[in-house]
């Protein structure tokens, strides 16, 4: 089942401007993650929120969670070329089995 | 270098010819996975595995059979493949005590005809 759901589905930014993804989710969670992949590889874990966290940062990377809204953002600030990859959200309730959202598909211009 | 890898990388098969996947990890983890990528799905996990000897169900696992007899490899086999596996699949593991950040393996690309 789909618990995660990432929007927008597709972003095209130009380097250097600030890029956000959202990630919304249905029922309670323990832990929101962030993954990235770049095309047709394997999935790079950047970040990890757990349930009573709200914010935290890792360098250019700041995500937040709102529990009450049940959603979370991803901010990359000051955009590269090299940021250009699917981003997304997976979350679990404390199982073994994290959902995983349908990504959002980054582009940085040069 | 700690890394996953997978092997093979690219296989076309038909249906009904078993074949087998294989996934190991040097970090010496604990948990290990196996999700598969679909257009428009996301990622879906088909089993897992806990530690030696110990697996279990994922959100997709029919069709699919997993072993974990030592602790670095996690084969995924696929007794008799149909076109609906046809896709792309990632091996993945973590530590037991950061069970929820994955390392995941570079993926295999499976068509079935």
């Known amino acids: 089942s789909q618990q995660g759901e990432e929007d927008p589905q597709a972003l095209s930014i130009q380097e250097g401007e600030n890029a956000t993804m959202n990630c919304s989710y249905k029922?309670?969670?323990?832990?929101l993650q962030w993954y990235r992949q770049n095309s047709g590889r394997g999935l790079v874990h950047l970040i990890l929120i757990r349930s009573n966290e709200r914010e935290k940062h890792s360098g250019r990377l700041r995500v937040t969670l709102d529990t009450s809204k049940k959603s979370s953002s991803l901010l990359i600030t000051a955009s590269r070329a090299a940021d250009t990859a699917s981003y997304f959200c997976a979350t679990d309730r404390g199982s073994y089995i994290p959902t995983f959202g349908r990504g959002t598909s980054l582009i940085v211009h040069p | 270098e700690a890394q996953v890898t997978q092997n093979p990388r690219y296989l076309i098969t038909v249906t009904g010819k078993k074949l087998t996947v294989t996934c190991s990890q040097n970090m010496n983890h604990e948990y290990m996975s196996w999700y598969r990528q679909d257009p428009g799905l996301g990622l879906r996990q088909i089993y897992y595995?806990?530690?030696?000897?110990?697996?279990d169900k994922g959100d997709v696992p029919e069709g699919y059979k997993v072993s974990r007899k030592e602790k670095r490899n996690f084969p995924l086999i696929l007794e008799s493949p149909s076109p609906n596996q046809t896709s792309l699949y990632f091996c993945a593991s973590s530590p037991r005590d950061r069970v929820h950040t994955q390392y995941f393996g570079p993926g295999t690309r499976l068509t079935v005809l």
């Open positions: 029922t309670s969670i323990n832990n």
């Open positions: 595995s806990m530690n030696v000897e110990v697996t």
